[in-house]
């Protein structure tokens, strides 16, 4: 599985970028897809994920009401719209997918248990 994320730019503070995590086993619901971000010299943090076979998502705190992650079935894409940037939103941007069972509110945020990831799409918000 072979997961190309790409959208990432540079925008000042207040502005929006939409970030795209394409595969082709996204055509169904099978995987559970999220989005995570690592800031130099920090941990990889989760942002947002849509669970499997749901139309359910969560989301960091930090992001909640500012970003929104969807799915487009017809594309084999997730889609995370982030709006309102701030300078603080500046990281490596990373998608992530797993198709087991084990993800739920209490573990989707754990970056360990994703079998496959993305290259890394860096977002920069300048103040």
């Known amino acids: 599985v072979q997961l190309q994320a790409s959208g990432g730019g540079e925008v000042q503070a207040g502005g929006s970028l939409r970030l795209s995590c394409a595969a082709s086993v996204f055509a169904g619901s099978r995987y559970t897809v999220a989005w995570f971000r690592q800031a130099p010299g920090k941990e990889r943090d989760f942002v947002a994920a849509?669970?499997?076979?749901?139309?359910?998502?969560h989301y960091a705190d930090s992001v909640k009401g500012r970003f929104t992650i969807s799915r487009d079935r017809a594309k084999n894409t997730v889609y995370l719209e982030m709006n309102s940037l701030a300078p603080d939103d500046t990281a490596v941007y990373y998608c992530?997918?797993?198709?087991?069972?084990?993800?739920?509110?209490?573990?989707?945020?754990?970056?360990?248990?994703?079998?496959?990831w993305g290259q890394g799409t860096q977002v920069t918000v300048s103040s």
């Open positions: 849509a669970f499997r076979w749901s139309s359910s998502t």
């Open positions: 992530a997918a797993d198709n087991g069972g084990r993800m739920i509110l209490s573990s989707v945020r754990n970056p360990s248990l994703y079998s496959y």
